[in-house]
């Protein structure tokens, strides 16, 4: 597979809030992974305003303008919207996008918990401007309810999004599924959760992509630890990569999300690259 991974230089060094530091030692970690020759690293530009500005008021687009974590926003929506629009294309079969101060918490008009600005967003709105209305099944198996992924494509039925969090929700047309996971769970059951509520839908959803909210805060010792082990995102990458294989040509984008342990992040996203690389 040809895979793309989006990491910017301003991604460390700083305090980002929830996620800390957790990406001090990237890419030099991923040193191995990136040296395969299928797998090539982009510093992403950052999202444009006119692109923000299809997605966010003009008052949301201002504040966070004003913000210190801005620019690690805007890099981050703008590594994904340039990994979708690349795998869409054909230039690539899946991705890896590192985010900071970016991700499923911002709404259409307010934002919280860490992510300021939608990567979802703004990615799918740029490649149906240039392609016509495309699918999109969205995953989320951070800790917490993506409530700014939910605002953004309510009412879209060309977009499946199911989170995994603290709720049990079908909505829109059985286009936006919450699943309650409890707490304690661990790494088969929550597995056999994710081909259950989100495979099998997605078998008969068709999207054109998956779209990955790919959380760790979830793990053994993580701020949102419900007792999964580090092993466990191994394997979920690996299955949601065959699910795409199986509906989408292998089209698969993961996002990074929450978790602030640098040892999980460190351990995790090098192999992720691997698998998606296979
Ligand atoms: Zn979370
Ligand atoms: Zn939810």
Redo the contacts with the bound molecule.
């Keep these: 597979m040809r895979t793309g991974v989006f990491f910017h230089d301003i991604f460390k060094g700083k305090e980002w809030l929830i996620i800390g530091d957790k990406f001090r030692n990237f890419p030099e970690v991923m040193k191995d992974a990136l040296s395969l020759p299928q797998v090539s690293l982009f510093s992403p530009s950052k999202v444009s305003d006119d692109l923000l500005l299809k997605v966010y008021t003009p008052r949301f687009v201002e504040e966070l303008k004003k913000a210190w974590y801005c620019d690690g926003a805007l890099y981050s929506v703008g590594g994904c919207v340039e990994a979708v629009e690349m795998v869409l294309t054909g230039r690539l079969d899946n991705a890896l996008v590192f985010t900071v101060a970016a991700g499923h918490h911002a709404e259409r008009d307010s934002a919280w918990g860490g992510t300021y600005a939608s990567c979802a967003g703004p990615a799918i709105y740029n490649i149906r401007e240039k392609l016509g209305t495309k699918r999109f099944a969205i995953l989320d198996t951070?800790?917490?309810h993506g409530n700014g992924t939910r605002d953004i494509f309510m009412g879209d039925h060309d977009v499946l999004h199911v989170c995994f969090c603290h709720q049990d929700i079908v909505e829109d047309n059985e286009t936006k599924i919450c699943v309650n996971i409890s707490y304690p769970n661990n790494d088969e059951s929550y597995l056999n959760s994710v081909r259950e509520e989100f495979i099998s839908r997605v078998k008969e959803f068709r999207p054109d992509m998956i779209l990955h909210n790919f959380?760790h805060?979830t793990c053994q010792g993580d701020y949102?630890d419900i007792g999964l082990t580090k092993d466990f995102y191994l394997k979920l990458a690996k299955e949601i990569k065959e699910c795409a294989m199986d509906v989408c040509e292998g089209r698969y984008v993961v996002l990074t999300?929450?978790g602030s342990r640098v040892d999980i992040a460190e351990y995790i996203f090098p192999k992720i690259i691997e698998i998606l690389a296979m």
Excluded: P, S
């Design positions: 951070d800790r917490h959380g805060d949102g999300h929450g």
